[in-house]
């Protein structure tokens, strides 16, 4: 952990030079030389790997996207092309020792560095999933961002943890399973809703009197709202970490509020960001403060989503990730689809004073914006919008949306399970006066069963929910 305290308290000035030089190291030496892809790239584009000298000439590298990734028919190795070759027998021999960063032995020849240790997923639902290679230098580095993560959240290893992200090869609950390793706190893999189920997870929060909770919001809203039908207690509860799924801060402040409401020992609610590309998830030390960026594993730039144009400090824009320490699968400027709505600020954190660059606000998805059919022209539904609000509510237990065409215009049906001791018909009401105020176009809002909405989003049964479909 030295080295991350120097880091998280070096200047902007510093972290940016130890990023350019740090660029410059993976380009020449991993992406330029031993990346299938970017080796091919730079050849067909022209680009001169000793000419990018830093994060200001990254510019002349196309982005990535998810697109570039994903096999053609006929070819399931394709995604071998974004990972790393190992170094040959003889360039181990010729390697020389020398270059070294913050005490990190370099000894990159070491051919251990590049053997495949583990396979996650992208996330995503709309685009189909891309493997990403881990290698056991990507899990000694996901260890240290999880160890570095819990620093930031404020959590020791005395903290015992119930894991509760979905057991599945994707990120978060790795990155969480990783962090408690790291630190070496007691915890409870769970696996989620889907590999333990509702009542062994609330029961394991009661039985080992745990502090804290990790889960996706909509599942940790859940988890609380049916407390009481289980007959448990969360009295020692005292934080839950949101996290895989969109956490806006209105849903911070209705998981704090439905903390407060079961009689939990203290209400925080903190959020991390995590995606499998990035190899290193992100922690907020507090609500709003920013997604805490590990600078020497991760590069991240804020674009516009449409021009691709690199926006300026706290602009909203798309989160576009380098690694700039990784083996396996390692990705050159990749477009990773979330937007930052406070973009990437650089200055120290008000909050806790550590320097790493931080991405600001909350992280919509980009699948869940929607061009629908009006009777004037085209309308861009926002889902993130219709989450924050739905998610926000705390007379909504479960729901969700679907949009369907009527040739003519496009119209959102809303189908929700309204909580058991408030009146279905007033919030049926009041949730289409929100939508009503919010959205020029056609909607129904009608209830149904908890049953058949729990089947339908997949709670327990998917990652996260899905809580809308577009059915056109
Ligand atoms: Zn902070």
């Known amino acids: 952990m030295q080295a991350w305290n120097k880091i998280s308290r070096m200047p902007a000035g510093a972290i940016s030079k130890m990023q350019d030089e740090l660029l410059q190291k993976m380009i020449t030496e991993q992406f330029a030389v031993r990346h299938p892809y970017y080796r091919n790239l730079f050849k067909e584009s022209g680009i001169n790997a000793a000419e990018i000298k830093g994060v200001s000439d990254l510019g002349r590298i196309p982005f990535t996207e998810k697109k570039d990734m994903l096999a053609p028919p006929g070819e399931p190795l394709y995604p071998k092309q974004f990972v790393i070759d190992p170094p040959s027998e003889d360039e181990e021999k010729d390697k020389k020792k020398g270059f070294s960063l913050f005490g990190k032995k370099d000894s990159d020849a070491d051919t251990a560095k590049y053997r495949f240790a583990s396979l996650y997923f992208t996330a995503g639902r709309t685009a189909k999933a891309v493997p990403i290679e881990y290698t056991g230098y990507d899990l000694e580095n996901l260890k240290e961002a999880g160890a570095r993560a819990f620093d930031i959240l ?106 407060k409401s079961v009689g939990t020992k203290n209400n925080l609610v903190q959020r991390i960001y995590f995606n499998s590309e990035a190899k290193s998830g992100m922690a907020e030390c507090e609500p709003g403060f920013g997604y805490h960026i590990n600078p020497d594993h991760l590069l991240v730039e804020i674009v516009d989503p449409e021009s691709g144009t690199v926006l300026g400090t706290g602009e909203k824009g798309e989160i576009v990730i380098t690694n700039l320490d990784a083996r396996g699968t390692a990705l050159l400027r990749f477009r990773t689809g979330d937007i930052a709505s406070g973009g990437l600020v650089t200055e120290p954190c008000p909050n806790c004073k550590r320097t790493v660059p931080r991405i600001m606000g909350d992280i919509e998805r980009k699948e869940h914006f929607f061009k629908l059919q009006g009777k004037a022209g085209e309308v861009l539904l926002n889902g993130n919008q219709i989450r924050r609000m739905m998610f926000a509510r705390d007379d909504v237990l479960v729901w969700f949306a679907e949009i369907s065409s009527s040739g003519a215009e496009d119209y959102l049906r809303v189908v929700m399970k309204n909580v058991s001791e408030t009146d279905e018909t007033a919030v049926l009401k009041a949730v289409e006066e929100s939508l009503k105020a919010e959205y020029q176009l056609p909607f129904t809002v009608e209830s149904s069963s908890l049953d058949a909405i729990a089947n339908k989003i997949g709670l327990e049964k998917l990652v996260t929910e899905q809580n809308i479909f577009d059915n056109r």
């Open 154 to 259: 404020g959590l020791t290893r005395d903290d015992t943890l119930i894991n509760a992200f979905s057991y599945a090869p994707n990120a978060y609950f790795w990155q969480m399973f990783y962090s408690t390793l790291g630190i070496g706190s007691t915890a409870l893999q769970t696996g989620g809703g889907r590999v333990l189920g509702m009542e062994k997870i609330l029961k394991a929060v009661d039985n080992l009197e745990a502090p804290v909770l990790a889960a996706s919001p909509g599942y940790a809203r859940f988890a609380l709202q049916t407390l009481g039908h289980f007959g448990l207690s969360a009295a020692n509860l005292e934080r839950i970490i949101i996290g895989i799924d969109f956490a806006p801060m209105e849903v911070v402040e209705s998981i704090r509020k439905l903390m």
